[in-house]
């Protein structure tokens, strides 16, 4: 008898033990909300209009809703096992979970989503880490730039029209200006730890596809990114940069952006600066696009449950041989004309708890046309009242 509870005690042990040293966690961000946007474009004195309203974007908002599941276990002697899955739930209002997107030959294109039934991929990956030593990562990952540009953003990086993140989303965003790849496939990445404030991460990311039997071209995907953070008291510093070619059977495009981005915490309010250069062009030279880009915000605590922000955008963007008749769109597939950026977004959040907020948002960009595109512009103007929850 003695010796069957010596067994059972030590197996417990075992178990309490095991299970200490590894863990798994599920999380999610459920985020809906109501949308009314108008998205305008005139495009050498014609205009085409599209008003939009939805009482259930559930991708755009505050915050993307996603579903994750990540884990650590220990492998003694400081080192760990770090793993992360995580999809974004496309549509609430729906209960859509992704649509289908086409892909590149060959698979090239690292910024491309996969072509599956639950679709919008965030990050998933694997690694090893270290306290002393830093961390490798292998997988889909975001990007450096992106690092920068959504911790140095006073809205919290939402999707909602009138900043420099803001994309297309539930609403259209023809005047969008967003300069990056917010993630990016297939990346080996190095983060070391914090030294004397400072962090130093860097990212890398192939995939090509050779013909040894043929004469058919080579399609080929190169992405490589790189960031350095500084944290001092109340002061975070950014500097990040990214450069992607992607290189078909027709067409190579290089893509290349940098950024810089600060935040400092006054107190009373937290004060916010990003300024972007991003240039993308053909490998005979073409400049489809070449852009810098600036943001300054500022985010106040009110009061415990209550949090407003404000923020300003502006900027300007050319093409080499644009017409009056080019897009103004920031684009990757089309040379763009001559624009002047400019927007802005306010906001406000208010926290039921820690978990779940309300919140309402306004902002408005535009992309006007300058010298031979001067009858051009795009605007768009989105406001949007929702509910946010993070679990």
């Known amino acids: 008898m003695k010796k069957t509870l010596l067994a059972v005690a030590v197996i417990g042990a075992f178990a309490s033990s095991a299970q200490a040293q590894s863990s798994v966690t599920v999380y999610g961000v459920i985020d809906t909300s109501m949308n009314n946007g108008s998205d305008k474009v005139n495009l050498n004195g ?6 939009q309203r939805t009482t259930g974007a559930g991708k755009d908002g505050l915050a993307s809703s996603r579903l ?22 496309v549509s609430i209002g729906t209960g859509g979970t992704g649509a289908q997107l086409s892909k590149t030959a060959a698979d090239a294109d690292i910024s491309t989503q ?36 959504s911790g140095n953003s006073a809205g919290y990086a939402n999707n909602v029209a009138g900043a420099l993140y803001s994309a297309g989303g539930s609403v259209q965003n023809s005047a969008s200006s967003r300069p990056h790849d917010v993630y990016a496939n297939r990346v080996a990445s190095y983060t070391s730890p914090v030294i004397a404030g400072f962090t130093v991460a860097l990212q890398t990311s192939n995939q090509t596809a050779v013909s040894e039997t043929t004469s058919s071209a080579v399609t080929a995907a190169n992405y490589y990114g790189g960031r350095i953070a500084y944290t001092w008291n109340k ?5 990040a940069t990214s450069q992607v070619d992607l290189n078909g059977a027709t067409t190579d495009i290089k893509k290349t952006v940098n950024v810089a981005g600060a935040n400092y915490d006054f107190g009373i309010a937290k004060a916010f600066g990003l300024y972007t250069m991003a240039s993308q062009k053909l490998a005979s030279g073409t400049k489809l696009n070449d852009q810098k880009a600036w943001e300054l915000g500022v985010n106040a605590p009110v009061t415990p449950m209550i949090d407003l922000w404000a923020s300003y955008l502006g900027g300007n963007s050319t093409g080499t041989g ?8 920031f684009s990757s597939t ?7 950026i400019s927007g ?26 300058d010298g031979v595109s001067s009858n051009s512009k795009n605007e768009t103007t989105q406001v949007a009242f929702g509910l946010n929850h993070v679990f």
Do not use: C
């Not at 991929?121 to 540009?149: C, N, P, W």
């Open 334 to 340: 089309a040379v763009s004309g001559n624009v002047t």
């Open 235 to 239: 002061l975070n510093l950014g500097l």
């Open 322 to 329: 644009a017409t009056s008749s080019s897009t103004l769109a």
């Open 114 to 149: 996969t072509t599956t039934p639950f679709v919008d991929a965030r990050e998933v990956y694997v690694g090893l880490s270290d306290a002393k030593m830093g961390e490798f990562r292998l997988g889909r990952q975001a990007t450096s730039v992106h690092s920068v540009i």
């Open 344 to 369: 802005y977004q306010l906001g406000t959040k208010y926290n039921f708890s820690k978990r779940t907020s309300a919140y309402a948002v306004y902002g408005s960009q535009a992309r006007k046309g």
């Open 68 to 89: 994750g599941i990540k884990g650590t276990e220990d492998l003694g002697g400081g080192l760990k096992a770090n793993f992360m899955w995580e999809q974004g739930l």
């Open 46 to 51: 014609t205009t085409t209009t599209v008003n």
